[in-house]
């Protein structure tokens, strides 16, 4: 038997394709994160402080912005780290603790948008039952449901992903560490982990769809049998949004995840938009168009205005 050295940490090579752009690529990137935690933050803000925002509907949308600061959180600062020109080398327990909290928040989030989905369903179908329907017991059983699901799901990938004895080469040849780049690593037979992935994945990714599809079905029926135009505006209104962040977030993840032989510098290109621009992009998509947490946000800018001039 040959003897090898067992792999203790690994480098990450970064974005394909991509050498001497480090001071852009640091620019735009710091850029956007700083956007995402910025709009993450005011959209928790507004929602704690405001007790009109203090419904189902905005206890998910809070759900969902703690998931995109943790989300953009897990790959973002060790990125800008090494293009700053610090060292790219990351251990085997950081890599672990990557792969599993991306996809921990990233499968979370996935099942919070298929739950966001039931909520406008019963908010639309069923306008009158709707706060003894979505009750606080039933949204906390909902909210913790989607946050054990994902850890089980993530522990499933990690574990099989990192059982695997690493014994040769230590370069991921990717930004971060996700499973189609760190499985190429291993010293064993990779099968059984590339199968339960791609069916553990694209399996949640189709039912999530699947029910998502089924809510606003639905809500589509309940809508064409409105007959004020503007009723049918108001409640159109309501859903576009989280349509819209639905098409952002599982767009990117298809892409990704079943379509495997995509090239190294698209699938960063999309995995970039998944991790960076939609956490960015959720506060404004809910926000811009959101009466309430518009009202929310400027009644603190002024609280904190009135308090600076007191002071």
């Keep these: 038997m040959r003897n090898h050295t067992v792999v203790t940490e690994f480098i990450l090579l970064g974005i394909p394709q991509t ?30 402080s405001s007790s009109r925002l203090h419904t189902p509907m905005y206890y998910f949308l809070g759900n969902l912005s703690i998931f995109d600061l943790g989300f953009s959180s897990t790959t973002v600062p060790k990125m800008l780290s090494y293009l700053s020109g610090h060292s790219q080398v990351i251990s085997f327990q950081g890599c672990a603790a990557q792969l599993f909290f991306y996809h921990f928040l990233g499968c979370t989030e996935c099942f919070l948008y298929t739950v966001m989905a ?15 329907i979505m009750n606080h017991r039933v949204c906390s059983v909902l909210a913790t449901g989607t946050w054990m699901s994902g850890c089980v799901h993530a522990i499933i990938l990690t574990s099989l ?24 690593l291993a010293c064993e037979d990779t099968s059984l982990a590339h199968r339960v992935g791609f ?10 769809l699947f029910l998502v599809f089924v809510s606003y079905t639905g809500i589509g029926i309940s809508i064409s ?55 960015m992009l959720n506060p404004l998509i809910y926000s811009l168009r959101n009466k309430d947490v518009k009202s929310a946000l400027k009644s603190i800018f002024c609280k904190r205005s009135h308090d600076l001039e007191n002071e």
């Design 161 to 184: 992903t990192f059982k695997l004895p690493y014994c040769g080469s230590n370069q991921v040849g990717y930004y971060f560490c996700d499973i189609p780049a760190v499985l190429p």
């Design 118 to 132: 039931y909520d406008r369903f019963v908010a639309i179908c069923y306008p009158l039952r709707y706060m003894v």
């Design 19 to 48: 050498e001497g752009l480090e001071t852009a690529l640091v620019f735009l990137f710091s850029s956007l994160y700083s956007c995402t935690l910025l709009g993450n933050v005011l959209i928790l803000t507004a929602i704690l």
């Design 225 to 279: 049998k409105i007959r004020s135009t503007e009723g049918r505006q108001r409640a159109f209104s309501t859903c576009s949004a989280h349509l819209t962040a639905i098409l952002c977030a599982y767009g990117p993840v298809i892409i990704i995840y079943l379509q495997p032989n995509s090239s190294p510098l698209l699938g960063a290109v999309i995995q970039m938009l998944n991790n960076l621009v939609t956490p």
């Design 199 to 208: 069916i553990n994945v694209g399996l949640l990714t189709l039912i999530c």
